[in-house]
């Protein structure tokens, strides 16, 4: 089984970057990530969806019925 480090670098495979510009013939080099710009992106998104859960839990708190005030 890959762990998620390799499957990150997998991106940085020149095997990888062959398929991906064979599959796509105007893609270029530059425009293929690469393993740093992968972890910023999923550490991004990751921190976005965070938030928006974090919001949601606290919003969900308010709104249910409690013995104790939560809010």
């Known amino acids: ?7 990150i ?3 940085e495979l020149l095997e990888f970057q062959l398929l991906c ?3 796509h013939p105007t893609l270029t080099d530059s ?3 690469h393993h740093d710009k ?9 921190k ?3 938030g928006v859960l974090k919001v949601e839990l ?3 708190l308010c ?4 013995p104790l005030p939560l809010c």
């Open 1 to 7: 089984m890959l762990k998620c480090l390799q499957l």
């Open 9 to 11: 670098c997998v991106v």
């Open 21 to 23: 510009l064979t599959l």
């Open 31 to 33: 425009e293929i990530p």
């Open 38 to 46: 992968m972890r910023e992106s999923i550490i991004y998104h990751w």
């Open 48 to 50: 976005k969806a965070f």
């Open 58 to 60: 606290s919003m969900s």
């Open 63 to 66: 709104i249910l019925p409690s």
